[in-house]
């Protein structure tokens, strides 16, 4: 079952429970993964997608800082809910420990001695990486650390 035909048969159900915030949620995920595919006119294969519930993860905590930053923690606690939903359909996420060894493992690869090594460490550090879910800035600090200790 496709990530699309899951999300479809989780809307029927949410409807049937009458589950609103899970129902407005997956409708969400449903309309942003419909969008791109009529900007990419074509029907999106599974890693996009899951790229674009990534956005919507990303999107959110976004929108929590903001929140938090201007008071509004109701809203903020809306907003988390509703990356646990979209948390359900996406991949496991990358622990740090994973993020480490990816990284060491590029440096190895690439010979990456200094900052100016940056773009090739992450890009085959996410290569390792590839079918988890991880946070692109944390693996950024990473690599910064990482180099900038060298």
Known sequence: MT???????DI????????RLRLDVLR???TA???KEIEKMKPLEEAEALA?????VKQ?????????????EELAAKEEAEI???EEYLPASASDEDVRKAIDEAIQETAASSMKDMGKVMAAAKTKLAGKTIDG???SQMVKEHLGGK
């Open 3 to 9: 990530l699309q035909e899951k999300i479809q048969n």
């Open 33 to 35: 993964v419909k969008n």
């Open 12 to 19: 029927a159900n949410a409807m049937r429970s009458k589950d």
């Open 84 to 86: 646990r939903i979209i």
């Open 137 to 139: 800035g944390r693996v």
């Open 28 to 30: 969400g995920m449903k």
């Open 52 to 56: 674009v519930c990534n956005t919507l």
């Open 60 to 72: 959110r905590r976004d929108s929590i800082e903001q929140f938090r930053k201007g008071g509004r």
